[in-house]
């Protein structure tokens, strides 16, 4: 807490301060990177008494934006964060706030290869491009026709049947 130019810390909860009688605008910050204050500033005045004033510290959050590549338009997809958050999209985009710290991802649609990854926010917001690669499928060969074979078989024949006559002939 910065007051009349003059920084207080403490490792508690509680700062305590003696000032005469006025009005006073403090600034309030924090060395913890994963809060800040909820009013950076605030004010308070002194009237011959104690006055106590509240400040309040939330999490930082960062936007993190995933785009995705390769899928039809309207297609659903998902991403599965560390956290436990699980997100999904018919549009190119998912927008996520996560506080600072590392998360794992793993981005997927029907149809298509599993993409995972990881992501550090620091201090920051992230886009991550997730390129979807659609699952190769094997088609399955075509059954034989009977009829090949049955093709196959009188040709063989009739070549055997050729072939046998042409002998006898020659022998004669």
């Known amino acids: 807490m910065t007051l009349n130019g003059v920084t207080n810390t403490s490792t508690s909860s509680t700062i305590v301060l003696m000032e005469p009688n006025g009005s006073y605008t403090f600034s309030v910050s924090t060395t913890n990177p994963a809060y800040g204050p909820s009013a950076a500033t605030s004010t308070f005045t002194v009237k011959g008494a104690a006055q106590s004033v509240s400040v309040s510290f939330t999490p930082l959050t ?41 998360y794992n991802y793993t981005a997927s649609s029907s149809g298509y290869k599993q993409k995972t990854g990881s992501i550090t926010l620091n201090d920051n917001s992230v886009t991550v491009t997730v390129a979807f690669e659609k699952l190769s499928t094997v088609t399955p060969a075509k059954p034989v026709s009977y009829l090949v074979y049955v093709l196959i078989g009188v040709i063989v024949a009739t070549i055997v049947i050729a072939s046998a006559v042409v002998l006898m002939t020659r022998k004669k």
């Open 62 to 102: 960062f936007t993190v934006t995933f785009t995705e590549t390769g899928l039809p338009s309207g297609t659903t997809w998902y991403i599965n964060l560390s956290d436990g958050k699980s997100l999904s999209s018919t549009s190119t985009t998912i927008t996520v706030s996560l506080t600072n710290g590392t």
